[in-house]
Nanobody, 122 residues
Framework: QVQLVESGGGLVQAGGSLRLSCAAS????????MGWFRQAPGKERDFVAA????????YYADSVRGRFTISRDNAKNTVYLQMNRLKPEDAAVYYC???????????????WGQGTQVTVSS
């Protein structure tokens, strides 16, 4: 069992930056791949980024590649999403999730956090 708690969301101007954190409970965090997803009002929950258990492999959605960076610190049971050059279309609730495999597929994630709101003003 893995429990996930996101933090770091907030209001930022377009072009600004935010860093999201996801703290995990449980001694098995290091064995899970982690992902970030986002959901805007009226839309589906979309893949943003994923990182393997070791941190050696990362995947990004085309819309965020080059602006967002996913990383993890297994000693702190935490995964991060550094978001730079934010755009109004990045506004959404951001969720972290844990999976046994490194994947973009939402259905492969077993555990989810409660989400953190990111608002980007134009």
């Amino acid at each position: 069992q893995v429990q996930l708690v996101e933090s770091g969301g907030g209001l930022v101007q377009a072009g600004g930056s935010l860093r999201l954190s996801c703290a995990a409970s449980g001694r098995t965090f290091g064995s899970y791949a982690m992902g970030w997803f986002r959901q805007a009002p009226g839309k589906e929950r979309d893949f943003v980024a994923a990182i393997s258990w070791s941190g050696s492999t990362t995947y990004y959605a085309d819309s965020v590649r080059g602006r967002f960076t996913i990383s993890r610190d297994n000693a702190k049971n935490t995964v991060y999403l550094q978001m730079n050059r934010l755009k109004p279309e990045d506004a959404a609730v951001y969720y972290c999730a844990a999976s046994r495999i490194t994947t973009r597929r939402r259905g492969e994630y077993d555990y989810w956090g409660q989400g953190t709101q990111v608002t980007v003003s134009s």
